[in-house]
């Protein structure tokens, strides 16, 4: 089965500034998706980016950005010019690329990002 | 226009009860799910329809029964609520060749 780790609660970033966010998983799989999920206050869920396990290029999305480490099972979010906005709770999931009873995702526990003015 | 949406978004109720919570989905997908979110925010999958069919059943108490009338609606019906029973339920839904899933604003479910 596989797992996803997330193993910083809680990371404070200042306005402006870089952070980046940890997750590492485990899977016997060669083929899967990786995703980052926020969690606003308002408790929404909202897809924040997508990474292809077979793509050797780490996706990004405007301040948004994920290093990749598929040798590594590692999978962080950069998050740059961090904004107040920006202050949530971030899940790592992991998706098989097998369809049907693989399609589901498996989070990590998540990580409460504050941004500080 | 809500992609996903869910009804109601907050549920007050006692133990014993039995209750529905509906969710719906305009993608035009056919895969939904739903999940449920703990009071530590951690989040599990419960139950997956493709196309009306089950196929994802994880390890929940029988008293959670899904139904998919259509592959653009997918319902938990809960019997006999319990304490543990108190957390957010998310419904969700894809295509299932597409890897992205979407979720609903959630059903937080309280139960006294």
């Known amino acids: 089965a596989q797992t996803v780790t997330q193993s910083q609660p809680e990371m404070s970033v200042q306005e402006a500034e870089t952070v980046t966010l940890s997750c590492t998983y485990d899977?016997?799989?060669?083929?899967?998706?990786l995703f980052w999920y926020k969690q606003p206050p308002s408790r929404q869920m909202i897809l924040v980016i997508r990474?292809?396990?077979?793509?050797?290029q780490n996706a990004t999305e405007n301040r948004f950005s994920v290093n990749f480490q598929k040798a590594a099972k590692s999978f962080s979010l950069k998050i740059s010019d961090s904004q107040l906005g920006d202050a949530a709770m971030y899940f790592c999931?992991?998706?098989?690329?097998?369809?049907?009873?693989?399609?589901?995702?498996?989070f990590g526990k998540g990580i409460t990002l504050s941004v500080r003015p | 226009d809500t992609a996903v949406s869910q009804t109601p978004k907050y549920l007050v109720t006692q133990m014993g009860n039995d209750k529905s919570i509906k969710c719906e989905q305009n993608?035009?997908?056919?895969?939904m799910y739903w999940y449920k979110q703990d009071s530590k925010k951690f989040l599990k999958i419960m139950f997956s329809?493709?196309?009306?069919?089950?196929?994802i059943n994880e390890t929940v108490p029988n008293r959670f029964s899904p139904k998919s009338p259509d592959k653009a609606h997918l319902n938990l019906h809960i019997n006999s609520l319990e304490l543990g029973d108190s957390a957010v339920y998310f419904c969700?839904?894809?295509?299932?060749?597409?890897?992205?899933?979407?979720f609903g604003p959630g059903t937080r479910l309280l139960v006294l």
């Open positions: 969700a839904s894809s295509q299932m060749v597409g890897e992205t899933q979407y």
């Open positions: 899977t016997s799989e060669s083929d899967y998706y």
């Open positions: 990474q292809e396990a077979y793509k050797q």
């Open positions: 999931a992991y998706r098989s690329a097998i369809t049907g009873a693989n399609s589901k995702l498996t």
């Open positions: 993608l035009g997908h056919d895969t």
């Open positions: 329809y493709n196309n009306k069919e089950l196929i």
